[in-house]
């Protein structure tokens, strides 16, 4: 693939190729547009049910109709790219996703509102997992430094996404959180046309798997709903709740035994689960998702609910952990090139929960300062595991597998994303403490043994660095 041969395999601690800098970064607008858009229309649901005239039943929609068409278009990431070329598909992602930016920015009522967002997460589904796995097959043995680089955006993009809408929506106007999407996008396929090297992908030999399209991504979908409704609903007792999680159990659990026993290669092949590397970086990189995902909701909500600040300043409260993730993300990068990912992972992740007691002990009330501590050394802890954690994933597959790879991780991120935000609204909507304070420090111990649990699969990473094949 003509994308593997733009950065040779080298020593790590040679300088990175201009070149592969200069598509690291094209691609990296893409990653950012997904990364502001997860959570910048947080922050406007009120107001943009109250001019559309929709109840907020409905307007939930503009949410979850977004992670249900990423969740759908996700799985085929990787054969699209084989089949078409990586540079075409992303591409066609990136236009997918900035049409339907526009047309959400028009939107006259709710349900075309919604219709134009699933457009968007069709386009957002594909953008992330083609555009990492260009990266990953570029970089060869620089890929942890790579990766150091081109992550910190992308951490900081939930973040920066309420604080910008929360600006928009205060200044300005909702349609402008999709509108936004427009300049930079644009920007973004002018550069990649020009800079992306062209690969004409393996066309009549790559057939698509449709029975195992038609068990995975509607399992995938119904498993996202399940969780979503249970977060919404506080439980999951629910029939809304229940049906879907199970369906989709059904589906997956034949896709599995379709993908282990079919003749077509898989969308996701299992089969890379059989390698220790791969198992466990995948497996790690579900329960930080888990971690991370949960408490991007949590932190901001007990600001908003317990210290009575409204959401634009609940957003900016975050920055000190987006701080600490750009401080360290880069430095483990090029460490993680040096000496393999498993050392950074597991002092990251320790690092990550001392920053995280001081919010199981919120019924105490401690102070400010220390709460703001508390984010910068998560964050610290965070960046600590971005880079190394992906550069675990693809250094223990061979290069022409990096695109199923890639749509295994972000597959697995998304499904851990959802189960740990689900888990941390039931357990914080269940909680029988006397004062809300003390619920969000209980719910902030399930937020902590999350990410205790990542941990055992990073213990179980090979211990040394392991050369690309």
């Known amino acids: 693939m003509t994308v593997a041969k733009a950065a040779p395999a080298a020593r790590s601690d040679e300088e990175v190729p201009a070149q592969l800098w200069r598509m690291a970064g094209v691609l990296l607008l893409g990653a950012v547009l997904g990364g502001l858009d997860a959570t910048i229309v947080n922050v406007g649901i009120d107001a943009i049910a109250g001019e559309l005239r929709s109840p907020l039943s409905t307007i939930q929609w503009v949410s979850t109709g977004y992670l249900l068409a990423v969740s759908l278009v996700m799985p085929i990431s990787g054969w699209a790219s084989e089949r078409f070329g990586a540079k075409r598909m992303w591409l066609v992602s990136v236009a997918l996703f ?26 957002g589904g594909m953008m992330q997992p083609i555009g990492q796995s260009m990266v990953a097959q570029a970089a060869g043995s620089k890929i942890g430094r790579v990766m150091g680089v081109t992550s910190i955006p992308v951490m900081l993009a939930p973040v920066v996404g309420p604080i910008l809408g929360g600006a928009i929506v205060q200044s300005l106007d909702w349609r402008w959180m999709f509108l936004i999407n427009l300049p930079i996008g644009l920007i973004a396929l002018w550069l990649a046309v020009r800079v992306l090297p062209s690969e004409p992908g393996t066309a009549s030999g790559n057939r698509l798997d449709a029975v195992g399209l038609l068990l995975l991504s509607p399992g995938l979908a119904a498993v996202v709903y399940g969780f979503t409704a249970a977060g919404a609903a506080g439980g999951f007792s629910s029939m809304w709740t229940v049906l879907p999680l199970a369906a989709g159990a059904v589906l997956l659990f034949g896709y599995g035994v379709h993908a282990l026993r079919g003749r077509v290669a898989p969308l996701i092949d299992l089969r890379l689960f059989a390698r220790r590397g791969f198992a466990a970086a995948t497996g790690n990189s579900f329960l930080l ?45 090029r460490l993680s090139d040096r000496i393999g990912p498993r050392p950074l992972l597991l002092a990251g992740i320790l690092v990550a929960l001392a920053g995280t007691v001081s919010f199981t002990q919120l019924a105490a009330q401690p102070p400010g300062w220390l709460l703001t501590a508390s984010l910068l050394l998560r964050g610290i802890g965070m960046g600590m595991t971005m880079a190394p954690g992906m550069a675990a994933v693809y250094q223990s597959v061979q290069r ?70």
Not at 411 to 440: C, D, H, K, M, Y
């Open 98 to 123: 900035v049409g339907g930016s526009a047309l959400c920015g028009i939107a006259w009522s709710a349900p075309a509102l919604v219709a134009f967002r699933v457009l968007q997460g069709i386009g």
């Open 289 to 333: 998702g888990a971690s991370l995902y949960s408490s991007m909701l949590l932190i901001p909500l007990y600001y908003q609910q317990v210290q009575h600040v409204g959401p634009l300043a609940a957003g900016l409260l975050l920055a000190p952990q987006a701080l600490g993730t750009a401080i360290t993300t880069f430095a483990a990068g």
């Open 400 to 469: 022409h597998e990096v695109p199923r790879a890639a749509s295994a991780l972000n597959v697995l991120n998304r499904i851990g994303g959802s189960l740990g935000t689900a888990l941390l609204v039931v357990v914080l909507q269940g909680s029988s403490a006397p004062e809300p304070a003390a619920a969000f420090g209980d719910t902030f111990w399930w937020a902590f043994g999350i990410t205790a649990l990542s941990l055992i699969p990073a213990f179980l990473l090979p211990a040394a660095k392991k050369e690309p094949k």
